[in-house]
């Protein structure tokens, strides 16, 4: 699957090349990779914090130069759906966004996917993600200037889940498979 990202530099490598004084592997999962960072160079508060902020908003603008953020486009849409491992891709937005909200899947994974190789993980409830996302820590910025409408269809409430969200739309769309395989960019 190609991603609008296969033709960018990744704004994820771009944070870790603000360290030059540690060694980033490029091909290891980028949270695994900030844990060490902040391990190896013994931050302050102030400076975990400020680079905690830094790696957010290249998460964000990761996902956006991968999938777009335009709630109108059709192709990003698309792009998502399959992305997200769905074998029939909607042919138009309305039943991309239906399945795309039925879907719950930890959105640091969700990134990290495309560039690592591993799979993507989806879960069949709101509650199941929430206590996924809790257990690994590996949380996704909730409110960020730079989220276009496509990422924030997949944000949810991971602090205070709904327990019967299941991954079954309303419109009776079943969940996708547990796992959906991305080849690495």
């Known amino acids: 699957m190609e991603t609008r990202a296969d033709v960018h530099i990744h704004p994820i490598h771009v944070f870790f090349a603000n360290y030059p004084d540690f060694d980033y592997n490029p091909d290891a999962p980028f949270f695994e990779e900030f844990k060490r960072l902040e391990t190896e160079l013994h931050w302050e508060r102030k400076k975990r914090e400020a680079a905690r902020e830094g790696l957010r908003n290249a998460m964000v603008q990761e996902f956006n130069a991968m999938y777009g953020t335009s709630a109108e486009d059709l192709a990003s849409w698309q792009l998502l759906c399959s992305a997200l491992g769905m074998k029939v891709v909607p042919n138009d937005v309305k039943s991309c966004q239906r399945k795309v909200k039925a879907t719950h899947v930890n959105i640091v994974d969700f990134i990290e996917a495309p560039l690592s190789g591993k799979p993507i993980r989806t879960f069949n409830t709101e509650l199941e993600l929430s ?9 996704f910025p909730r409110y960020d200037v730079n989220a276009g409408s496509l990422l924030r269809s997949l944000l949810r409430q991971i602090m205070n889940p709904y327990a019967r969200r299941a991954s079954v739309a309303k419109s009776g769309l079943k969940a996708q498979a547990k796992e959906a395989i991305v080849p690495a960019l």
């Open 131 to 139: 206590k996924y996302t809790r257990e690994t820590k590996k949380f």
